[in-house]
């Protein structure tokens, strides 16, 4: 699953207007995001892993498991299958006898660098929740107002 040269180029701001975009969805599958939003999606997941830190399978799949658990249900994955995209795609390598993980050093001289620059700077976990807790506000206003105006309808008949 290598990655061609010719992934577009993405600024912080469309980067966090996708990110922001996936968040307020639910069980969403890898394989059916468009090319930008999956690499977006394991860019905010990857930087999770902090960088120049070799870690066991046991504490990245710890990693992961919170990682999955704080988005709310955001991706429909196990922690496994992510893991695995990670190292598919580049973000993140392993030993050749799968025990150690680390963020790829290849990202560097990479198209991915400008997609892992974003997440590095700005922590992807609070911007999603603070998303999705405007969205549900806005959503319950919607509920109040639909009910007020059913009341007030009702009322008038």
């Known amino acids: 699953m290598s990655l061609s040269s010719k992934l577009p180029a ?10 922001k975009k996936l968040a307020a969805k639910r069980n969403i599958s890898l394989g059916r995001m ?4 999956l690499m977006v999606t394991l ?12 870690m066991s399978e046991v504490q990245v799949n710890k990693l992961l498991r919170a ?18 995209s990670l190292i598919d795609y580049g973000f ?3 030993d050749s006898f799968g ?13 991915l660098k400008a997609y892992m620059q974003v997440f590095d700077e700005i922590d992807p976990l609070p911007l999603m929740a ?6 549900n ?8 107002l639909a009910i007020g105006i059913s009341t007030f309808a009702s009322k008038k008949i």
């Open 92 to 94: 993140w390598q392993r």
């Open 34 to 37: 468009s090319r930008i939003e």
């Open 10 to 19: 993405i600024s912080s701001p469309q980067a966090i207007e996708i990110l």
């Open 137 to 144: 506000t806005e959503r319950e206003k919607r509920k109040l």
């Open 99 to 111: 025990r150690g993980y680390w963020r790829s050093e290849e990202v560097a001289d990479s198209p």
């Open 67 to 84: 990682w999955l658990a704080n988005t709310d249900s955001m991706l429909r994955i196990d922690h496994v299958e992510l893991r695995r």
């Open 43 to 54: 860019a905010a997941v990857s930087v999770c892993l902090p960088s120049s830190v070799k």
């Open 130 to 135: 603070a998303h999705r807790a405007v969205l």
